[in-house]
């Protein structure tokens, strides 16, 4: 009877300990899962207001009005494409200050024809010691080569507009539409040769080129 008693007091133990256990770890889950979903309730935000504070544009230096200083733009100037019976093959761009301000033709025409996406090449010999200043009333001067009188730039096509954009002092081009001018006889035929020179102070230094 003793060693019986003794049995059936172990097993109630056993069991009384093994529902303790059991209830403890209950209680312990329920509440890592109740930390879990609050911070998990938590990121969302966190990360949203992280993303709010990315997307105000103060960093953006796109959203800044361009500094092109003192550079000549389409608005204040005249362009028009002269014929010209010497060098052959050639045209002269003249840009006219129509402003009641000085401004500068700085480096040289970003020459497009019609509307081609490449602009067409410079003659780096051409380059002037100093922009080109012009006050009021004044102009500047680029002499365009349209095409190879050997052959040599392919076999090339006739184009209809010239278009302009200017250069800020630091090369880069001044935003806006471009400054556009018709062709002396409604075309040129120009082919891969064509170029032109810096912008220069007067027709016959343009017309080197």
């Not at 040289?108 to 602009?119: H, K, N, V």
Request: charged content about 20%; glycine content about 12%; proline content about 6%.
């Amino acid at each position: 009877m003793t060693t019986r008693t003794l049995r059936i007091a172990a097993a109630a133990l056993t069991a009384a300990a093994a529902l303790t256990l059991t209830a403890c770890g209950g209680s312990s889950a329920k509440e890592d899962k109740a930390q879990g979903e609050e911070q998990a309730s938590m990121a969302p935000g966190d990360g949203a207001e992280g993303s709010d504070g990315g997307d105000d544009g103060s960093g953006d230096e796109s959203a800044k009005p361009q500094d092109k200083g003192d550079a000549c733009a389409a608005g204040a100037v005249k362009l028009e494409v002269k014929a010209v019976k010497s060098p052959v093959d050639h045209v002269l761009l003249v840009a006219t200050n129509t402003s009641k301000s000085p401004c500068s033709a700085y480096g040289f025409p970003f020459l497009r024809f019609d509307q081609d996406q490449a602009t067409a090449g410079v003659v780096e010999e051409s380059k002037p010691k100093n922009p080109v200043r012009l006050a009021p009333g004044a102009s500047a001067y680029a002499g365009v080569r349209a095409s190879a009188a050997d052959g040599s730039g392919g076999k090339g096509r006739d184009a209809q507009q010239i278009s302009v954009t200017f250069q800020t002092p630091k090369g880069d081009p001044v935003e806006g539409s471009p400054s556009q001018a018709p062709l002396p006889g409604g075309k040129l035929h120009i082919d891969d040769s064509a170029s032109t020179s810096y912008w220069l102070s007067d027709e016959a230094t343009a017309l080197k080129w």
